[in-house]
């Protein structure tokens, strides 16, 4: 796996290189201070692709950190000449506007669990604000004109020997950017732009993944600034104000957001054009922004796919074969870390909900649920529609506030805990709609199932982590077969029933104490319903877990469990054997209905 | 009390009116029909530059309201056709969308009207004593008009049967739909009511502010403040917001400076999604 | 299992081999029926087994993916599902039964001006009137179901589809609805109710069709309270 992907991106980058370092042999010097200069919004531009294109949230200010370290940069230069100690400070262009990305998004992403328009306003009144700011303390940074006189970096001439820098740059964050975007924590920040809501039943944390990667991109924005400041000598409120950041998100946009050579090709050859086209003709912009807009609407890979496909559609008629997919080589697999959850070990999960009451605009949701689940095994909930099934999960996930009453796991209070809280005090959950990551091959799915609570950070970087194996993932594997003969295909082009068994797999991947499944066999014909039954007793025996199960279809809850819960308008109506629970007139009421 | 506070006091009740009126065209938009509107600014530049339109042409300036309402309302239908309910199950490719728009609009006042700032005489010039100070007589008339907007607004929605059927179809569509109304026409009329009010804001105020082809940004900023702040879906959200957010605003700008200002309001609605997400009052 | 007699294609409902479901999912598969003037039909099932989809899919609320239905002589499916209370069917859907942040009798007026329709119900069901000026958000599952009740019949439409009409109601007034329910068939207005409340169906339809996972295992117009209980039990 490391190899086919390594020797592209080897490729990329050293063809990059060379054209970039070509140009001012092949030009001239001039060209080349006038390329430099595109070539730092270009790495701006590759970190509003991480954020925007990989991650899934649209940053409309990202202006602000390039102009911030542009600043910074630019006033430490300025006084390192009378102070050489100064010189150490550098690197806080590039840490302040990380700090700073960081703390905003933390703050915004805390309230809400998938991104929404405000980060988007957020980042913009930001970089509104910083361009008020620029132009108001004339004293530190000179106003409207700008900051100027900022000396050059060292020996570096800022027309000839800088632009070797600017290219060191560029290489190097492109190198970067493509060598997370395949680690195992790129296709986790992928999946957080499919569906964040799921990645957090799997214990990720993805308001803070989320901050990482914009504090990176900031940072990123901030060592361009750095380098401006520089390269230019001047920074004025331009370069962290509105129409910077419009710009570079229109870039992005049209040179292509699912890269970072997109982003590039954006930043150097939209925005050099319009340098040069602007004051020529007026109409130029207005094209801009129709471009922008068909881009939105159908090419969302921008030029870098355009070319990409003319480039495989040729190899095609060439003869020569480009996978559409990388291709994984089988390997053997290494066997992986243990689970490491928080909160109880490993032992029988003790669940019990006491007295919870959640009421939304006078109804009443769940009316003084009181269930306790004291031994491992399958447990099934049924009742009629509107019963307080499903919402009994999502209160227990931290998908529903409750009004009162309290909720324990192993006698520790978890009312109100976070989805991904919970998943890692080892909750899985399993969606009555399958909800899997439609845009990730079958075999991404498993793999971030496997990472669950098992994977830790400096893991997250390492290819060795997506040969993980486990026993389970074997079992899986030879009941549903689909799983490794389809390994590469994206889960979205699955069937319903597919993705169903897709995602129960996922969830069991995980290991959890606590097995959350709403209605697991909805859709599936009753040969699959069958396996899927047969492979939730066999996991849940195997992990020695707790599993709840909604269930309709009686002949399922009767394969599958002992033990029945029966919910009605809010409340627990009674427990027992299934058989119990038939005989039981209070039961048969709410069923068969008459009297109630 | 001395003239400086009344004064005070007037700004800071103008500020207040002048927020629920920007502020109302988003509300609708996006607090009630749940279309992040990225344009929505521009549609105040356009009611703004139509004035400027009015003006140049020598006509009355009750024609340029009127130009002003007709051209967000047509372009607010095409919109809300051709762009909004196409992409009505992707909320990230709306708010893309959207902003291509706000990108066209001002690109194309300012190839057709250039950047420079554009004069709007004040129909109504002079100023007033009120509360024994003297204060600009169009500030005060637009006050007046605004709270009389607003009120007629608020008993139209709570009795009219059009009001009823609109605040039907947003809280349940199925059961909307089931009785017979038209739910896509309702999101369409109420789309094209919340651009025009803002189109009509931009008329209203275009003799008191900036004109130029990026003044809809601040507006747009400052409607979503006030919803982040008072909640969405309810015109008593939208009067909570405007109250904080304007008196905040106004009250640092006077102390400090008009920077400090807002980024007491930026600050304060990074607050609010942190830790009130939903805002004070919120109807969703 | 018998099929009752063909109505008149004119003035009734036909569906035939209807199914339907969300994503590529069927929930509901190849199930006919047809309905005359003045009839009432039963359907009935445990919960999840597709009484709620029939409804919607009949209600035009979701799409057909295989089948016909034919409602007075017309194909019905494409147009979207407001058009439907024109064309003479009212729906009572099962959850979200009135506008809770309206009044009642706003809830009651939305699509006509005169209470006029109103007031036989007024009389049954004094508790509606009484709170007609209440928010329906306050009022309790079954009062709610009662509004739904009294809206959906006072449309006076030829058919009348109700999701589980009294689920909540007091035992009093479930007889009253049976009551008001023939006394519309009388007029010649068709019905088609899902239930779980056999009395209540018992005393009023006049065919039955029972679902189990989304198919049709009983269907006849010749049905025994017994019969129907042993579909329900689990």
């Known amino acids: 796996m490391a190899y086919f992907q390594t020797a592209k991106q080897a490729a990329s980058l050293l063809t990059l290189a060379l054209c970039l370092v070509a140009v001012p042999f092949v030009t001239n010097d001039f060209r080349a201070y006038q390329l430099g200069t595109y070539l730092l919004y270009g790495v701006v531009a590759q970190g509003v692709a991480l954020v925007w294109g990989r991650l899934g949230f649209l940053p409309l200010g990202q202006a602000l950190f390039f102009g911030l370290g542009a600043y910074v940069a630019g006033l430490l230069l300025i006084h390192a000449q009378d102070n050489a100690l100064l010189y150490l400070l550098l690197p806080l262009s590039i840490l302040v506007p990380a700090l700073l990305a960081y703390l905003v998004a933390r703050l915004v992403f805390a309230g809400q669990y998938v991104s929404g328009p405000d980060f988007s306003l957020i980042t913009l009144a930001f970089t509104m604000l910083g361009a008020q700011l620029a132009n108001q303390f004339t004293g530190l940074t000179g106003g409207f004109n700008g900051l100027a006189n900022i000396p050059q970096l060292g020996d570096l001439d800022r027309y000839s020997s800088m632009y070797f820098l600017i290219v060191a740059l560029v290489l190097f964050s492109t190198a970067l950017l493509s060598w997370l975007y395949q680690t195992p924590l790129g296709t986790l920040w992928l999946a957080i732009s499919q569906n964040e809501n799921r990645l957090q039943f799997f214990g990720f944390a993805t308001d803070k993944l989320k901050a990482g990667a914009f504090a990176l991109s900031a940072a990123l924005a901030g060592s361009a600034g750095f380098l401006y400041a520089a390269q230019q000598g001047l920074v004025t409120p331009q370069a962290i104000g509105f129409q910077l950041s419009a710009e570079l998100v229109i870039w992005t946009a049209v040179g292509g957001r699912f890269g970072p050579y997109g982003a590039l090709l954006g930043a150097v050859g939209i925005g050099l054009l319009s340098s040069d086209l602007r004051e020529i003709w007026v109409h130029w912009e207005v094209l801009v922004a129709l471009l922008f807009i068909a881009v939105v609407l159908y090419f969302p890979g921008g030029m870098a796919h355009l070319l990409l496909n003319a480039y495989q559609f040729i190899n095609r008629r060439s003869g020569t074969h480009v996978p559409a997919y990388a291709v994984a080589p089988k390997t053997p697999g290494l066997r992986a870390p243990p689970i490491q959850s928080c909160g109880g070990d490993s032992g029988t999960v003790h669940l019990r909900f006491d007295n919870v009451s959640v009421q939304r605009n006078e109804v009443s949701i769940l009316n003084g649920l009181s269930l306790a689940v004291e031994h491992a095994g399958v447990y099934c909930l049924i009742g009629p529609n509107g019963a307080g099934k499903t919402s009994s999960f999502n209160v227990l996930t931290g998908r ?137 007793v066999q996991a849940v025996s195997r992990l020695g877990s707790t599993a709840l199960v909604i269930e309709h279809d009686m002949a399922a809850v009767q394969r599958l469990s002992n033990e029945v819960f029966v919910l009605h308008q809010g409340q627990l109506l009674a427990n027992g054997t299934l058989k119990q629970m038939q005989e039981s007139p209070l039961v048969q009421a709410v069923y068969a209905g008459g009297q109630k | ?169 947003v809280a349940n569509p199925v059961l909307a739909q089931a009785i017979g109304i038209d739910v896509k026409r309702q999101a369409c009329m109420a789309f094209v009511c919340g651009v025009a009010c803002t189109g009509l804001a931009g008329a209203l105020l275009a003799p008191l502010v900036r004109v130029e082809p990026l003044m809809g940004m601040d507006y747009l900023l400052g409607s979503f403040f006030v919803l982040v702040v008072g909640g969405l879906g309810s015109l008593s959200g939208l009067f909570a917001g405007a109250g904080i957010i304007g008196s905040t605003q106004v009250l640092v700008s006077t102390m400090l400076d008009q920077t400090y200002g807002y980024l007491a309001v930026l600050t304060l609605s990074i607050g609010f999604l942190w830790l009130r997400p939903h805002g004070l009052l919120s109807n969703r | 299992m018998s099929l009752p007699a063909q109505p008149n294609h004119k003035t009734g409902l036909v569906v035939q081999h209807i199914s339907g479901g969300y994503g590529d999912t069927l929930v509901l598969r190849g199930v006919s029926f047809s309905l005359g003037q003045g009839q009432v039909l039963g359907i009935v099932g445990r919960n999840g087994v597709g009484k709620t989809s029939l409804l919607r899919l009949i209600t035009g609320h979701l799409p057909v993916a295989g089948g016909t239905v034919s409602w007075q002589g017309r194909r019905m499916g494409k147009a979207p599902a407001y058009v439907n209370r024109d064309l003479g069917i009212s729906y009572a859907p099962q959850e979200a039964v009135v506008f809770d942040a309206l009044t009642v009798s706003e809830n009651l007026n939305l699509r006509q001006r005169n209470l006029d329709a109103c007031q036989a119900f007024f009389y049954s069901f004094p508790l509606v009137r009484q709170r007609r000026n209440q928010k329906s958000g306050v009022l309790s599952g079954g009062e709610k179901k009662l509004v739904s009740f009294v809206r959906v019949m006072a449309e006076g439409a030829d058919l009348t589809v109700m999701d589980e009409p009294t689920e909540g109601v007091q035992q009093e007034n479930i007889a009253l609805m049976a009551a008001h329910v023939r006394q519309r068939c009388e007029q010649g207005a068709s019905f088609i109710i899902a239930e779980q409340n056999l009395t209540f169906l018992l005393s009023v339809m006049h065919q039955v069709l029972v679902l189990d996972n989304g198919e049709t295992v009983f269907q006849s117009d010749a049905f025994d309270r017994e019969g129907l209980e042993q579909f329900l039990r689990i």
């Open chain 1, 400 to 536: 529903l506030a409750r009004t009162s009453g309290d909720i324990f796991l192993d006698s520790q209070r978890v009312t109100g805990h976070r989805a991904d809280v919970m998943a890692r005090a080892g909750v899985g959950r399993k969606f009555q709609i399958p909800s899997v990551f439609n845009g990730l091959s079958v075999t991404d799915n498993l793999r971030i199932a496997l990472w669950s609570n098992r994977a830790q950070a400096r893991q997250l970087l390492e290819s060795t982590t997506r040969q993980w194996r486990t026993d389970m993932l074997d079992f899986l594997e030879n009941t549903f077969t689909f799983l490794a003969d389809q390994a590469d295909k994206p889960a979205g082009e699955l069937s319903q029933g597919q993705r169903q068994m897709l995602e129960l797999s996922m969830t069991l991947l995980a290991e959890p104490r606590l097995l959350l499944l709403d209605e697991p066999c909805a859709g599936l014909s009753t040969a699959e319903t069958q396996q899927q039954i047969e492979v939730i």
């Open chain 2, 1 to 169: 009390m001395d003239s400086s506070t009344i004064t005070l006091l007037l700004n800071l009740v103008y500020h207040v009116l002048v927020l629920s009126l920007v502020a109302l065209g988003l509300g609708i938009v996006f607090g009630m029909l749940g279309v992040m509107n990225m344009a929505q600014g521009e549609f105040l530049t356009l009611g703004a530059y139509a004035m400027v339109v009015a003006q140049r042409m020598q006509i009355a300036a009750g024609w340029g309201i009127l130009l002003a309402i007709l051209v967000t309302a047509t372009l607010g239908y095409l919109i809300e056709r051709w762009l909004v309910r196409p992409l009505q199950a992707r909320p990230l490719d709306t708010l893309l969308a959207t902003w291509g728009l706000s990108l066209l609009v001002r690109k194309g006042i300012e190839a057709v009207f250039g950047r420079q700032y554009q004069n709007i005489t004040q129909q109504i010039g002079g100023s007033t004593q009120i509360f024994s100070v003297d204060y600009p007589s169009y500030r005060l008339a637009l006050m007046l008009a605004i709270v009389c907007g607003l009120l007629m607004l608020g008993l139209w929605y709570k009795h009219s049967t059009a009001g009823t059927r609109l605040k039907a179809s």
